[in-house]
C-alpha cells in the first residue's frame, strides 16, 4: 500500500513539471509571437534596443496597454494587440 502511495505521489509530481514545461512552452511561443508582431509593424531591417510593454494614462484615469520599442533614430509606440482566447 505505501509502495502504491508513493508511486503516486512520484506520478503527479512528474505530471506538475510536464505542465510547467507546457505552460513554459506556451509563453516562450506568445513572446516570439509578440517579437515578430512588433518587427513587422516597425520593419524587419530596423535594430531595437529596447522592447516593453507599458500602460498609457489616456483622459484622466483610463489606461491602455502600448508597446513602447525604441531604436537608435527612433522611438515607436504601438498599439497592444491583446489576444482572444
Not at 24 to 51: F, I
Not at 53 to 69: F, N, P, T, W, Y
Amino acid at each position: 500500500m505505501v509502495h502504491q502511495e508513493r508511486q503516486d505521489e512520484v506520478w503527479a509530481q512528474r505530471h506538475e513539471r510536464q505542465d510547467e514545461v507546457s505552460a513554459q512552452r506556451h509563453e516562450h511561443q506568445d513572446e516570439l509571437s509578440e517579437r515578430q508582431s512588433v518587427r513587422e509593424a516597425v520593419g524587419r531591417r530596423v535594430k531595437l534596443t529596447l522592447r516593453r510593454k507599458v500602460q498609457l494614462e489616456v483622459k484622466g484615469d483610463k489606461v491602455e496597454s502600448r508597446v513602447l520599442a525604441l531604436a537608435s533614430h527612433r522611438a515607436y509606440l504601438l498599439t497592444a494587440r491583446v489576444p482572444s482566447k
